[in-house]
C-alpha cells in the first residue's frame, strides 16, 4: 500500500517559521521526485518544492525560492520542507506529492498524494 504520511504544519504569525515532513512507503523512493504543492481556498493548486530522490536536485517555485529548503532523508524515505518567514499569501492547505517527474509535482500534481495539511500564517 503507497502511503505519504505528513506531519507539521499549524497556524504560525507571519515572519514565523514551521516544518513539514512526508514519509513514504510502498513504492521505490529512489525511483520518484516528492515534495509539496499546495491549495489556498478558491485558487488553483500551486506546486511550491521539490527534491529529486535519485540525486538529490531540488526545485523551487519563484514565490518560496529563498524562503523554504526542501530535503530527504533517503535512509529514512522521508523529505523534509522548511518554511521560514512565512507570509499571510502561503495560507493554504499542502500536500506531499510523489511523481517520478519533478515537474508534475511543480505544477500541483503527482501519481500519490498526501492526506493534505493546513498551514494558515496569520498577520
Known amino acids: 500500500e503507497v502511503q505519504l504520511v505528513e506531519s507539521g504544519g499549524g497556524l504560525v504569525q507571519a515572519g514565523g517559521s514551521l516544518r513539514f515532513s512526508c514519509a513514504a512507503s510502498?513504492?521505490?523512493?529512489?525511483?520518484?521526485?516528492i515534495g509539496w504543492f499546495r491549495q489556498a481556498p478558491g485558487k488553483e493548486r500551486e506546486g511550491v518544492s521539490c527534491?529529486?530522490?535519485?540525486?538529490?536536485?531540488?526545485y523551487y517555485a519563484d514565490s518560496v525560492k529563498g524562503r523554504f529548503t526542501i530535503s530527504s532523508d533517503n535512509a529514512k524515505n522521508t523529505v523534509y520542507l522548511q518554511m521560514n518567514s512565512l507570509k499571510p499569501e502561503d495560507t493554504a492547505i499542502y500536500y506531499c506529492?510523489?511523481?517520478?517527474?519533478?515537474?508534475?509535482?511543480?505544477?500541483?500534481?503527482?501519481?500519490?498524494w498526501g492526506q493534505g495539511t493546513q498551514v494558515t500564517v496569520s498577520s
Open positions: 506529492a510523489a511523481d517520478p517527474n519533478p515537474d508534475t509535482i511543480l505544477v500541483g500534481g503527482g501519481d500519490y
Open positions: 510502498g513504492f521505490t523512493f529512489d525511483d520518484y521526485a
Open positions: 527534491i529529486s530522490s535519485s540525486d538529490g536536485s531540488t
